[in-house]
């Protein structure tokens, strides 16, 4: 039997040899994987559990109220009361109440920012369009800063037409009836063609289109390299309920003016602590997108 004999008949046993080392090498290579990723996974969940954030909030009340002018002086004042009497004679406000606590022996960074949907590109201080209120002042440019371990005061209002309160209502509603007064609103042919485009059912293009009522509040240290803790609060109970049907069976609504105490549960302001890592990367990416203060000069910024 020559070579080429004796190689051709070999081939195929050297070709099944070298699939089961392969075929063994990729297992052994899957389960290093799988390992790492439990490994990384539970090292991930410790470091959630552990981390304790900067700053605690407390939310302890929530008020309920018609269109109120904050006590301003001078021409803002007047202008806040004529608002109240004519533009916003039809909203209403949720006024809600707590307190943030500094846990940190250094000064913390606060920056403070409306509903990522809530649907203004301006507001108005005078008006109560997301207005903060920490320690018995008004923060100005959403910017603030606490003490080493200070406890301070909080308070946040926000003002809505009716229309917005009754979407927010519905929202969170189970329309059991199919009531046409409960139905979200129709999205526009520029919203479906969204949508479409992003293949988001519709249902919850829909959703996505409500305008919300809520803040955000960004909690971080001095340091260059830092995870930053978001308080993020959305309001679930609206200022609005159900108050019967008509002569024509419809369903008609009407204003719930009142305070709710605390402790407050999901079904009336969903609030929540994570943590944003965008300045504690080991490569950071030439363009950071952040959601408090800027990094330093020496990163190019954009906020969000």
Same mark, same amino acid.
């Given at each position: ?70 006590? %301003?002086? @001078?021409? !803002?004042? $007047?202008? #806040? +009361? &004529? ?105 526009? %042919?520029? @919203?479906? !063609?969204? $949508?479409? #485009? +992003? &293949? ?105």
């Amino acid at each position: 039997m020559t070579w080429s004999n004796l190689l051709a008949v070999a081939s195929p046993a050297i070709a099944l040899t070298s699939v089961f080392f392969v075929r063994r090498s990729s297992a052994t290579a899957r389960k290093a994987l799988n390992l790492a990723y439990k490994t990384g996974q539970s090292s991930y969940e410790t470091a959630r559990a552990a981390s304790a954030p900067p700053v605690e909030l407390f939310l302890t009340e929530i008020e309920y109220r018609h269109a109120a002018a904050r006590d %301003l002086t @001078g021409l !803002v004042g $007047a202008e #806040a +009361r &004529r608002c109240v009497a004519q533009e916003d004679a039809d909203s209403l406000e949720v006024v809600v109440r707590g307190r943030l606590a500094n846990n940190l022996p250094r000064e913390i960074l606060l920056t403070l920012h409306d509903h990522r949907q809530s649907g203004r590109n301006r507001s108005f201080s005078h008006r109560n369009h997301s207005v903060f209120v920490i320690a018995g002042a008004e923060v100005e440019l959403g910017e603030a800063v606490l003490s080493p371990e200070q406890e301070a005061t909080f308070e946040w209002f926000d003002r809505r037409p009716r229309g917005e309160w009754i979407n927010i209502h519905n929202l969170h509603t189970r329309n059991i009836w199919d009531a046409p007064e409960l139905f979200l609103p129709r999205l526009t %042919l520029g @919203g479906t !063609v969204r $949508a479409i #485009a +992003r &293949r988001e059912p519709l249902v919850w293009a829909r959703r996505n289109e409500i305008y919300r009522s809520g803040f955000r509040i960004v909690c971080e240290p001095r340091n260059m390299q830092r995870v930053a803790a978001v308080w993020e609060a959305e309001i679930v109970k609206p200022p609005v309920e159900i108050a019967g049907r008509d002569e024509e069976d419809r369903i008609i609504f009407r204003e719930w003016v009142g305070t709710v105490q605390g402790p407050l549960d999901d079904s009336v302001v969903h609030y929540r602590l994570d943590f944003d890592p965008t300045l504690a990367q080991l490569n950071p990416p030439k363009l950071l997108r952040l959601a408090g203060r800027s990094a330093g000069v020496s990163y190019p910024l954009q906020r969000r």
